[in-house]
């Protein structure tokens, strides 16, 4: 089976920069996505990486290490609608997409 | 219907009732997709479709099966529902499986099985 790891929590103030990590063991790899979801609503399109290297957009970065098995989500200028769940998921060499667990990040003012 | 929906909003069921979940996506997406989402388990795939015609298994399909009869709808079956079935079900589409297609969800179907 896959193995997509990342932090349950984290807490934030307004206006700071949180980094919410993923790491990843799967069979083969085409990409990574990464959704935001708030609470009872459907998850939502980030961002996509296939190759290393960071991604930008907006407020939003997103980074790759296909060698380390690894990404980060990078959130930056905090607001308080950032409160959600993000989830990190992998999309392995059959083409299905497997999420990790997600992690909730609560913004404080 | 703009985007992907999803039918009913919630249901509450007696174990070993059948139950079909309704998906409909009218952006002629080729690849749909049906989840399931538990606390502290994240989205699991049940069944996927590639195209029109043609499904596979996820990664827990079992008491679950689909039908792919045309582009647009991708219900997803309980034969005899159990309360281990008891979940929130997010059906989703992407343009195709590969590449850098986005998947799209739906609102979710709030499932509780007694």
């Known amino acids: 089976g896959q193995n997509i790891d990342q932090p349950t929590e984290m807490t934030a103030t307004e206006g700071a920069i949180v980094q919410i990590n993923c790491t990843y063991q799967?069979?083969?790899?085409?990409?990574l996505f990464w959704y935001q979801q708030h609470a009872g609503e459907a998850p939502t399109f980030l961002s996509y990486?296939?190759?290393?290297g960071l991604e930008e957009k907006g407020r939003f970065s997103s980074f790759l290490s296909r060698s380390k098995g690894y990404s980060y989500l990078l959130l930056k200028e905090l607001q308080m609608k950032d409160s959600a769940s993000y989830l990190c998921a992998v999309r392995d060499g059959d083409y299905k997409l497997s999420f990790g667990a997600g992690t909730t990040v609560t913004v404080r003012a | 219907i703009a985007g992907i929906t999803q039918a009913p909003t919630s249901q509450i069921l007696a174990a070993g009732r059948r139950m079909t979940l309704r998906c409909t996506q009218d952006?002629?997406?080729?690849?749909m997709y049906w989840y399931r989402q538990d606390l502290g388990l994240g989205l699991r795939l049940i069944h996927y479709?590639?195209?029109?015609?043609?499904?596979g298994k996820g990664e827990v399909p079992d008491g679950y099966s689909v039908s792919r009869a045309n582009t647009d709808d991708f219900p997803l079956t309980l034969a005899s529902a159990v309360p281990s079935q008891t979940s929130v079900y997010f059906c989703a589409s992407s343009v195709e499986l590969a590449g850098g297609n986005e998947q799209f969800f739906g609102p979710g179907t709030r499932l509780t099985v007694l």
């Open positions: 990486n296939v190759l290393d």
């Open positions: 952006m002629r997406h080729n690849a």
């Open positions: 479709s590639n195209t029109a015609g043609t499904t």
């Open positions: 799967t069979s083969g790899f085409n990409g």
